[in-house]
Nanobody, 123 residues
Framework: QVQLVESGGGLVQPGGSLRLSCAASGFTFSSYAMRWYRQAPGKERELVAG????????NYAEFVKGRFIISEDKAKNTVILQMNSLQPEDTAVYYCNVRRLLSENILIGPAYWGQGTQVTVSS
């Protein structure tokens, strides 16, 4: 079955950085999108960033543009979220998601989720 395993979360001070990883396995989609979401206590889960394969298109939530970078390590079948200039409002559980991609703009089928990794930004 599809398995996504997030890692790299932790505690950082405001202005600090973290690199989150999502190791994917168990699927054979020829094209797919991998996305990072986050959910803070009492809030709805929200999209942070996404990347397509093989197209390599990326998108970002407005509140992380210029601070976060999503990328893929294709050799390791892993998607990376480099988070810089972290602020307390970035505190959340970060989840990895994968979904089949029919084209660069059309997602199809179910989404699969990882277990999440906690990011805490506090002074």
């Amino acid at each position: 079955q599809v398995q996504l395993v997030e890692s790299g979360g932790g505690l950082v001070q405001p202005g600090g950085s973290l690199r989150l990883s999502c190791a994917a396995s168990g699927f054979t989609f020829s094209s797919y999108a991998m996305r990072w979401y986050r959910q803070a206590p009492g809030k709805e889960r929200e999209l942070v960033a996404g990347i397509t394969n093989p197209g390599g298109s990326t998108n970002y939530a407005e509140f992380v543009k210029g601070r976060f970078i999503i990328s893929e390590d294709k050799a390791k079948n892993t998607v990376i979220l480099q988070m810089n200039s972290l602020q307390p409002e970035d505190t959340a559980v970060y989840y990895c998601n994968v979904r089949r991609l029919l084209s660069e703009n059309i997602l199809i089928g179910p989404a699969y989720w990882g277990q999440g990794t906690q990011v805490t930004v506090s002074s």
